[in-house]
């Protein structure tokens, strides 16, 4: 790899990779070729005829390999910025893999337009700034897992296609083509298949999750994103908070070298909205210190809320949160409940609670919301059954992923996180989806399509 070859000096190499630059000087060619790991710089004189055509036909970002003799560069010309800017190599051999035609923007320029990126993302994504966005991201995810498979934890997957969780916003929905009419749902999170596992004695559980949101994009959702999700059996919330904590600590020191104090502040619901009017204060002293992270948990949430329309009594966190008991017992309307934010910097970036695990609470819960018993069975059956069967005490947390990343980058979109995006209409510009189905696709589904017209 291109990294390796200061240690390489005298020694014949391969290497393999794209031509980031060409530079003709008469009868010397430079190209500047980059791998994964880095660019060096590489050349090519006209006594060596056979290379020097192949270079001279070279255009930018083809795909190359290419052998010859590692050799220091004098002082003066080494470029400090390369990990490989010490060296140079003299080419003896040339094969163009894939010649690339001109390219449809300048990837080098920044300012480019964001749809113009994401319709040619393979290309965005060779640009050094979107290769490290991403490496830092398989960094973070690796620490996560690291920390909680050394913490006893298991990682299992959930279905995508499910049944609707009332996590309280629109679903995805995939039609069913062997059940005529009827549909599943994508995931909105794993919770309930989350507090299953604990159901069925696993414990510790973590997945790094899809989840999928059908909401009107502001400018920085994805209809579909990732989640830390973690559930555990026989804990209460400052257990939660304090395996948030390590996580969150140990992300800071390994990828910014910042000590995090911890304990994070506590801040009561009311308290919050008492003194900053927000369930999410931002704690920072200076605003505008891009190494000042403060962090906060949030608790003691009210249990129930009113819907926008005041029509309708909805849970604050979601239906399957514990409200806390001796407020509950007392008036259910205006209970507590045991959830918990976990916020930087002004944004939530987790959340989590301790869930029921007493079928009669969870009825009772269900009653407030004005799920009536037919439809709890309808909906939910399967769970109420579930926790009749010895389930264990249990909670957890789930995090936003991409929004972490974007905060520990900086980086002003949530969309410089992922590999491949939509755009804020909710469509891959790459693949152009969605897209219309054939007839047949239609048939086969057994979907009619009722398409309102354009208003002119
Ligand atoms: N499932 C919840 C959410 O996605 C998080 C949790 O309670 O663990 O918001």
Redesign the pocket.
Known sequence: MIKDLPSKEGEQVEIKGWIDTIREHGKLIFLEIRDITGTVQTLTTAKDETNFATAKELSKESSIRLAGEVKPRPEGTQNKDSLAGTVEIKISELEIYTKCPPLPFDIDNEELNEDTRLKYRYLDLRRPEMQENLILRSKIIRIIRDTLYEEGFNEFDTPILGKSTP?GARDYVVPSRTQPGKFFALP????LF?QLLMIAGFEKYFQIAK?FRDEDLRSDRQPEFT?L???MSFVSQEDIINLTEKLLTRIWKEILNIDLKTPFQKISYDESMKRYGIDRPDLRKNKNDPKEFAFCWVVDFPAFDESEGKEKIIAT??P??HPEMESFNKDPLTAKSI?YDIVLNGTEI????IRIHEEKIQKKVFEVLGIGEKEQQEKFGFLLDALKFGAPPHG???WGLDRLVQIILGAESIRETIAFPKNKEARDLMTDAPSPLSTQQLKEVHIKLDIPKKKK
């Not at 909105?188 to 919770?191: C, F, G, L, R």
């Not at 987790?350 to 609670?353: A, D, F, K, V």
């Open positions: 996590e909105q999170s794993p919770q989350k989840c989640q999700d973690v559930e966190h979601h399957f949160t959830a987790g959340g989590g609670s957890g947390i789930a």
